[in-house]
């Protein structure tokens, strides 16, 4: 018998908490065997929920809390008097080594906060980094940071890149993934002072980093890198400007297809292939942001997720808790702290 | 007898340049009347296409010159020794009052550099900024900083916003614009401390603006508001992001559309309203970046635009020209120092 998964759940968290979480959770059960679920919310609202979803309600443990979190709740006041809601206690499950990682659809801002006063950052990182998976033209890529941190060094851009290696390499099986920094230019000269500095660190790493360079916004959909690097306040606006794009470029399809008789027989002949189409930039396939660099896996889904979207930021989870992530980077971390005495060594015989 | 327009044109800058610099003016005539076109660069080439395009050849005149900026020149060795380039001496017909605008499509930073040395920035402008249209699900929009201003602070992205406006006002005809500036939140405390700085100048400005407050990048796509201020870092990356994305959908799109004989026929049916929803989005109507803040019109092609692509950025100079952009900007700068001294008075008369 293989050792059960257990995940614990904000079942409060998201626009449509609790029932997109539970149908969420049934619906990943397809998908899935041996995952318990810890579910912690207000009972009078999940225990009927579970009485309609059988599958879910198998693998499922109600711990009781009246406590929210809202969206609009400030992320101190969140910290300080959060300490009986739904999401602290979600994280607190994995800090007490209860649950393997936590799932919150809730404030981001709040979330990130509360996971690094309980779960602290590994050894090694500085400040925990949102990473996502996005469709390229040539399979999927990473990207990180994407909002944890508003201005951002030379080094913390260079522990991204570290981590986000580790994720290609564990979680995307990528033998070995090539790493970009986000730039106005591919040119050395190009940039501000951090990407300038970050670069020329990354060059000289002893880690066996694949770093392309510099990569520009184009690079991205091109999928020219399996990991982009960037600051919080950079990539948050790159991830969500494509999100405007796609959903710019879907309205304008829709509205030339369904312009005239001819073209709604053209879609009606297309159907099948439309819907692949539209089925391979499902940005649902993409929900599920990682918060990297904490010393347990914590993943925050869209606030506007439905049940497949939230189905994804599980299977999202698992993946990170199988695939040994953390000690990935536990791993790189221990190499570059013995390379780093090797050198002073090194220097000490002079 | 209206008075002719003249522009002058760096015909060597470009990829397919100066073959893609006469056909785009060529291109251009359809709607021009009067205008004239002042073509620096080897007359040895430019003779034998002057000779194939007989429209062009009627409002040209070649001003010969060998040298040119090449896109790997750096900035400081072009301005130094470039002095008889045809970027520069094209700028400096706008320099002289001989042209009314110039249009390259060289060197980005170089046309930049020797532009503000050129022509200087207009009175109230530190710096120039590079703007451009978008389309967006509300019809067009204009963003700037794209790239001319790596590191900004308040000041800068307030100028932006004061040109930005002016620039939805007198040429796309918007009576009353909206300006946001573009953050990872909607919320005043998110951001950098030069957005959070932005704002707070931005609500209390003398002048008549529509401060929308921030905007996320999926509101770029969205056409919330006409003019997105940001910084050259962010909004280089956040266009190219756009048209990384737009490629990847067109090319998914295709794929799809080619993977069946259904699909296949589909697209025959909707061949019409395929190629509509194509043009809505052709990058190419898109092409002629604005260099805002300049004491004269200077406009930005693509390097690797075709004929289309420069025909559309010979139309922006003209637009720029004829609805007397740098005035509008010289008249709310007037404005501002007029409310100031003001302001001073009142307050000296306490």
Known sequence: MTERLTLSIDAMGG?????????????SLAHLSGTKFLLFGDESKL???????????????????????????KVGIALRS?????MRLA????????????????NTGALMAMAKFVLKTLPGIDRPAIAAYYPTLRGESVMLDLGANVDCDADNLVQFAVMGEVFARNVLGLKNPSIGILNVGAENLKG???VKKAALILQETPLPIKFYGFVEGDDIGAGTVDVVVTDGFTGNI???TAEGTANMFGTFLKQA?????????????????????KMRVDPRRYNGAMFLGLNGICIKSHGGADAIGFANAIHVAIELIENSFNEGIKEDYAK??????????AVGEE
Chains 1, 2 share one sequence.
Do not use: C, W, Y
């Open 15 to 27: 626009d449509n908490a609790p029932q997109m979480i539970i149908e969420g959770i049934e619906a």
């Open 47 to 73: 225990v009927p929920l579970l009485e309609k979803h059988s599958l879910a309600a198998t693998v499922s443990e109600i711990r009781h809390t009246k406590d929210v979190v809202t969206n609009e709740e």
């Open 82 to 86: 959060g300490r009986n809601s739904s």
């Open 91 to 106: 994280i607190d499950a994995v800090g007490s080594g209860e649950a393997s990682g936590v799932i919150s659809a809730g």
């Open 192 to 194: 501000n002072e951090a």
């Open 238 to 240: 790159a991830l969500k």
């Open 257 to 277: 297809l369904l312009g005239s008789l001819m073209s709604k027989i053209g879609a009606l002949f297309a159907h099948k292939a439309l819907k692949e189409f």
């Open 336 to 345: 570059l702290s013995n390379s780093a005495s090797h050198k002073k060594k």
